[in-house]
C-alpha cells in the first residue's frame, strides 16, 4: 500500500513512532557521550543526627568505643524482669454469656479486650485482675488473666 493511500490517522501514529524511536535515541545517544559516574559519586554518609550527607565525617570527632562494653549475650529471665511484663487493672465489664469483656489498665487507664479463653480464674466486673498484655486479632489484648482481689473501689469512667 502507498503512502498517499494512507488515511490521516495512520500517518499520524507512523509520525508519533518516529518521534519516540528518535526522542530513544537521543538519550542514548546521550548517555554514551555522558560523563560516566565513579563510586565515590555514589557514596552517601550519615552525620551523628542521623542524616544523609554527601561530606565524609570527621576523624576527629571519632568516638571509641570499647568492644568489652558491648555486650552480646541473652540476658537471662529473672523475677524482676517477669514483673514487668504482668499488668493490674480492673475488669469493667464482662459477659459470661458473650465469653469476652475488657479490662482498664489501672497504671494507664487504657482498656484492654479480653476473651474468656485467656481467663484463669472466674471474674466478674470490678474485680481487680493481673494480666499480661499480648498480640488479639483486632490490636493488643489481655492475656493469662489470674483474679487478685473480687472487688476493686469504684473507678472512674
Do not use: C, W
Not at 560516566?36 to 544523609?52: L, N, P, R, T
Not at 482498664?104 to 479480653?114: A, H, N, W
Not at 493488643?140 to 472512674?156: F, S, T, Y
Amino acid at each position: 500500500m502507498g503512502r498517499s493511500q494512507e488515511t490521516f490517522n495512520k500517518k499520524e501514529v507512523r509520525s508519533k513512532k518516529d518521534k519516540k524511536r528518535k526522542e530513544k535515541e537521543q538519550k542514548r545517544a546521550k548517555r554514551k557521550d555522558g560523563k560516566k559516574s565513579s563510586f565515590d559519586d555514589m557514596i552517601a554518609y550519615v552525620d551523628e543526627f542521623g542524616k544523609i550527607t554527601s561530606t565524609p565525617p570527621d576523624p576527629n570527632n571519632k568516638l571509641v568505643i570499647s568492644a568489652d562494653s558491648i555486650d552480646l549475650g541473652n540476658t537471662r529471665n529473672t523475677s524482676e524482669s517477669t514483673q514487668d511484663y504482668l499488668r493490674k487493672g480492673v475488669i469493667i465489664k464482662y459477659s459470661e454469656s458473650k465469653g469476652y469483656g475488657f479490662i482498664r489498665d489501672l497504671e494507664t487507664q487504657k482498656s484492654y479486650f479480653v476473651h474468656a479463653s485467656n481467663i484463669q480464674d472466674r471474674v466478674s466486673e470490678n474485680n481487680i485482675v493481673i494480666f499480661e498484655i499480648g498480640r488479639g486479632a483486632k490490636g493488643p489484648a489481655a492475656m493469662n488473666v489470674k483474679l487478685v482481689k473480687e472487688q476493686a473501689p469504684e473507678i472512674l469512667p
